[in-house]
């Protein structure tokens, strides 16, 4: 693993660096339980300053790239913003019993809003997959929560076997 970070606040300088590179059965792929303990590979570096940050983030299994991710955050304005994306192959990175929600190629897309006057606007929080599909968006505030979710696992054709403590169960 080599990391590198630097912090320059009177400059609003942030940045870092971590690289972990390891062959297979190694303590990441032990720590995450990955199937099969795979070689992990995974990059995460950010640019810019830290009230305009932007991040990546590459993970690799076998060599073979398994999800790409980028991060935007803004807190220079009054409305402070974060901006998410997650794509690939989410399945090796799950526990057994999410698998089924990951399965395939996966997207996870946020953007969020802390506003002003302190309240939390979820302008858009979308997750595909092969199976599911959900969105959201709505308001987080001190007077309540105002939230809609819309969202679809499989169709009438498609079966789906969970593992659950050795055990498979079938929706």
Same mark, same amino acid.
């Given at each position: $693993?080599?990391?590198?970070?630097? +912090?320059?606040?009177? =400059?609003? !300088?942030? %940045? /870092? ?6 062959? #297979?059965? !190694?303590?990441?792929?032990?720590? +995450? ?10 990059? +995460?570096?950010?640019? #810019? ?5 932007? =991040? ?6 076998? !060599?073979?790239? @398994? @999800? *790409?991710?980028? /991060? ?11 901006? =998410?994306?997650?794509? %690939?192959?989410?399945?090796? /990175? $799950? ?32 997750? *595909? ?21 819309? #969202? ?20």
């Amino acid at each position: $693993m080599h990391a590198q970070w630097s +912090i320059a606040p009177e =400059a609003d !300088g942030f %940045g /870092l660096s971590v690289k972990v590179d390891e062959s #297979g059965e !190694g303590f990441f792929a032990d720590l +995450i339980d990955i199937p099969g303990r795979p070689a992990f590979q995974a990059e +995460i570096a950010t640019n #810019g300053p830290l009230s305009a940050l932007a =991040a990546d983030l590459n993970i690799a299994l076998d !060599g073979r790239q @398994a @999800a *790409t991710g980028q /991060l935007l955050l803004n807190l220079e304005d009054a409305n402070q913003t974060v901006e =998410a994306k997650l794509r %690939g192959q989410l399945a090796p /990175l $799950m526990p057994d019993l999410v698998v089924p929600f990951v399965a395939g190629n996966s997207e996870f897309n946020l953007r969020a809003i802390r506003q002003a006057n302190g309240n939390f606007l979820i302008e858009a929080a979308d997750f *595909t997959s092969a199976l599911t599909r959900f969105s959201a968006s709505g308001t987080y505030a001190e007077a309540g929560v105002d939230l809609t979710v819309d #969202g679809q696992f499989g169709d009438a054709d498609t079966q789906v076997a969970f593992s659950r403590m050795g055990r498979i169960s079938s929706v």
